[in-house]
């Protein structure tokens, strides 16, 4: 297994989900990371993002990304907010097992 540090999270990066505290049907998707969530913002279905924990969220898309945090009636689809902390970051050059056994370790 390659030792090298775990990369780190990059705009328009891929990265897999290895847990959510919201939206737990998240796990295992593969995700591009947009960028860095900021308190205030507006999320792409017109709502407004809050960070009320203060941790590193990152705005994410993908075909299969559904969010189901209901602010004002709406539900967004194609992206979802994510803790850092659940983006496990992907090199493009990397062996899919390795990424599977690095996942499982943390486990």
């Not at 900021?38 to 279905?45: A, F, K, L, M």
């Not at 969010?67 to 539900?75: D, H, V």
């Amino acid at each position: 297994m390659n030792n090298q540090p775990r990369g780190e999270l990059v705009p328009g990066g891929l990265a897999m989900v290895s847990g959510c505290r919201e939206d737990p049907i998240h796990v295992g998707k593969i995700v591009t990371t947009e960028r860095t969530a900021v308190c205030g913002e507006r999320t792409p279905s017109g709502n407004t993002f809050w960070n009320r924990d203060g941790v590193e969220v990152w705005l994410c898309s993908g075909d299969s990304l559904v969010s189901t945090k209901r602010e004002g009636g709406r539900i967004g689809s194609g992206y979802a907010y994510i803790e850092a902390k659940f983006l496990l970051p992907i090199n493009p050059s990397a062996d899919p097992l390795e990424i599977t056994q690095q996942q499982e370790e943390k486990v």
